[in-house]
């Protein structure tokens, strides 16, 4: 479609006569069928004048690719259509919360706001890389140019108070999400989007600001809100206000910050869409919270509550034992995915003045000793991150040739030469390396950049003192940061770690405010815009943002660029492993590990898809696709 439709297009579309409305009553199947008859009707000339100047209006697209899934689909293969929907799912929520509304930077959303009571325009697909599914949308195409995307509304989308859910509530979603009450975040997620436009009342349209090979996917996940959500007061005032759900489960019951159940809405729209075959398979769903995740699992141990993902490698080796595993009342096991794993890692916070300079950050990151915590604390089940995208082909891979040099070639005077010449390795004490040669280079570097041991201690030429603050809110992750600790001690510096509660962390990471973080950046097998949030410079000072390192570089900003406007995979792989390469070099945080499988254990009461997705994590395919047995228990 092009960017702007015709004034005659317009008049004759606006002329028509309006689609079947549907009123709140419940939908029979003669009104369900007559509402199909005139909405194909409508749809097929409404077609032929919107999308003349289009790619064909479709009901899924795959980034690059033809979707898995014909057009005649009845389910996606990784869950089961004759699922039985019954019975309680308990699930596990740390620290508390404090609000309902999860679009927001104040406060601490409950667990399971987004996916269980907001609706999208479209489903991705877990199987594929990047394929999305009409949902609200029962098509939608991109404009031959590259800078519009038109959605088509499923005239049976209801909200959970019997209104149409019509485009004129997309456009709110959208300028809502995209204003100053919401959390910054969306500003940067969806900042190449210009503007939603109302066509009728179930077709709208996004303008881009700039041609992104994803945008139109991306602009899809936007969660539907009803504006009578928030009635007449601001959209940031309804942290208590239950919200109008578009999607398949309604707030309960909750106790601010103990626990929150939800049900399943009895005329939820979608159940018998293909998109949503064999899902959300629970009358209810509550989410228990507990102190911190060791407290949880002795809950789980207890049958407290259903589901553990676990994290924790000495946990896993050694904690999740006891007679209810071995007589098979617990399962436990690892599930293997095909995800991009990203990077983990201890993050500096570059806005300080101690961090500023990249030899400061290379001197720390050498004396962390991952190979002796790996033996001694995580049982050797992790494999060394030296990615932001490992476990992938994105992942740089020796040193910049073909095109990847040709794409880094323009930025070499603002680049470390080393980053053209040899690969980036992280610190390592496998021979013929060791943890003395490392302090020693360590040592090295502190002093070039104007650190030496003073009576004992790191000082700079002003007599400052190296302090070094570690903020935590996992417990049990000091026993990681000690052995970093001593380690730093050698060099002079003073190490202070402690765990805070997770209000007060959250807090302390929207505003900048700490020295050190563990953090991770995750991004999907296609990354794309969510990267703008974790490494691009308009998030660098942006509060709530992902980029707590603080990183701000004009070469990560253009690869990023690079990234998300590549025409094809191959693009997509070059641009991703030179960014990768950049922010290598850049030592942002000291890399710590990964695991390509997932830890899970679950008590015995439910039944499983025969079909295991690719690219996913454990707790959305459980909500998704999992089911209870007919066990006989009560509902929860």
Avoid at 163 to 192: C, E, N, W
Avoid at 599 to 604: E, F, G, L, Q, S
């Amino acid at each position: 479609m092009s960017r702007h439709i015709s004034n005659y297009k317009v008049t004759n579309i606006l002329t028509m006569p309006p689609p079947l409305l549907v009123s709140s009553a419940k939908l029979t199947p003669a009104r369900i069928s007559a509402i199909r008859r005139q909405a194909a009707v409508f749809c097929f000339i409404a077609c032929a004048i919107f999308f003349s100047a289009s790619t064909a209006a479709v009901p899924a697209m795959g980034m690059g690719y033809e979707p898995k899934y014909p057009a005649d689909y009845k389910h996606f293969d990784y869950v089961n259509p004759e699922a039985p929907d019954k019975g309680g799912l308990v699930l596990m929520g740390l620290g508390a919360f404090d609000s309902l509304n999860p679009y927001l930077l104040k406060g601490i959303s409950a667990s399971g706001l987004g996916m269980l009571v907001f609706e999208s325009l479209l489903e991705k697909s877990m199987d594929e890389p990047f394929s999305a599914y009409g949902l609200i949308a029962d098509d939608f195409s991109l404009a031959e140019d590259g800078l519009s995307a038109t959605f088509h509304i499923n005239p049976l989308a209801r909200f959970s108070d019997g209104d149409a859910i019509t485009a004129y509530d997309v456009k709110y979603s959208f300028d809502t999400l995209m204003s100053k009450v919401a959390h910054p975040q969306f500003r940067v997620y969806y900042g190449d989007v210009d503007s939603a436009t109302v066509i009728d009342e179930l077709t709208v349209r996004f303008d881009f600001k700039n041609k992104n090979r994803e945008l139109h996917l991306i602009i899809g996940e936007i969660p539907i809100f009803s504006k009578k959500w928030a009635g007449d007061q601001p959209f940031d005032k309804i942290a208590d206000v239950k919200p109008i759900a578009s999607g398949p489960y309604l707030v309960d019951k909750y106790e601010r910050g103990k626990s929150i159940r939800y049900v399943k809405n009895p005329d939820y729209w979608a159940k018998d869409l293909p998109v949503r075959s064999g899902m959300f398979n629970y009358e209810a769903i509550t989410y228990k919270y507990y102190k911190d995740s060791t407290i949880a699992l002795e809950g789980f141990k207890a049958g407290e509550f259903d589901f553990f993902f676990e994290n924790h490698s000495k946990r896993w080796a050694r904690s999740h034992v006891g007679p209810n595993y071995e007589n098979g009342e617990i399962r436990k096991t690892e599930l293997a995915h095909s995800n991009n794993a990203g990077m983990q890692g201890f993050a500096f916070n570059t806005r300080r003045d101690k961090f500023s300079d990249v030899r400061v950050r290379r001197a720390l990151s050498l004396a962390y000793d991952f190979e002796w915590a790996n033996s001694k604390l995580f049982y050797n089940q992790y494999v060394r991150a030296g990615s932001y995208f490992s476990n992938s082909e994105l992942a740089a891979e020796g040193v910049p040739q073909g095109k990847e040099l040709a794409l880094l070639e323009p930025y070499r005077d603002q680049l470390p030469e080393a980053l053209f010449t040899r690969p980036w390795e992280p610190a390592t004490t496998l021979p013929p390396h060791s943890l003395r040669g490392n302090l020693i280079q360590a040592r090295d570097l502190l002093a070039e950049a104007g650190w030496t041991i003073q009576d004992g201690v790191l000082k700079n030429q002003q007599g400052e003192v190296f302090i070094l603050d570690i903020l935590l809110v996992q417990k049990g992750f000091d026993r990681i940061i000690a052995p970093f600790a001593h380690n730093l001690k050698k060099l002079g510096i003073e190490t202070n770690y402690r765990t805070v509660d997770p209000s007060l962390y959250k807090r302390r990471l929207d505003t900048f405010d700490f020295d050190m973080v563990v953090t991770s950046f995750s991004s999907s097998v296609s990354p794309g815009n969510e990267m703008m949030s974790m490494f691009h410079s308009s998030s660098a000072e942006l509060k709530g943002s992902n980029n707590l390192p603080g990183i701000n570089s004009p070469v990560v900003d253009a690869l990023l660029q690079a990234v998300i406007q590549a025409k094809d995979r191959e693009e997509v792989v070059v641009a991703s492993r030179a960014l990768d390469r950049v922010l290598l070099y850049g030592e942002y945080l000291v890399p710590n590990w990964y695991i390509n499988v997932h830890r899970i254990a679950y008590w015995d009461k439910f039944g499983i898809p025969e079909t295991q997705p690719l690219y996913y994590d454990p707790i959305s395919w459980l909500l998704k696709a999992w089911w209870i047995k007919d066990t006989g228990e009560q509902l929860k």
